[in-house]
């Protein structure tokens, strides 16, 4: 049962990606991509959390809700497209990316999942 937003598989997991992002994997950028990819992947990681925050605030409205989830695998799409990024241009190794890929791909499932099958809590 879900009782906080801290219960749901997917923003623990977008919890986790936004720490490691931040504290090992910007750390390997080279400088010229400091206000680039750097910047863009600190934005989108965090949004991916405070996304999924969001529509738990509003649950009870389900429309706000999935809106919010919509807007979170938004993000998750362009960390995984950063993480394409930073393997095609050698700036990290090809087995780490695709562990960052996998990851994100992961928690894209999990909110599809959550979106299609959460339930209307304004109508108990």
Partial sequence: MI???EDIRAYRNAK??????HKKIILLLPPEERF???DHM???SKAVCRDIAEGWACKMSIKELKNC??????EVAEMVECFKECKELDYLKSETS?????KYKLV??????LRKNWRDF???
């Avoid at 695709?98 to 996998?102: T, Y």
């Fill in 108 to 113: 894209t499932k999990q909110l599809t999942n």
């Fill in 16 to 21: 986790k990606l936004m720490v490691l992002v």
């Fill in 69 to 74: 989830l919509k807007q979170a695998i938004r």
């Fill in 3 to 5: 009782v906080d937003v």
């Fill in 36 to 38: 680039g990819l750097a």
């Fill in 98 to 102: 695709d562990w960052f890929i996998e």
């Fill in 42 to 44: 600190r934005r989108s």
């Fill in 122 to 124: 304004s109508k108990d």
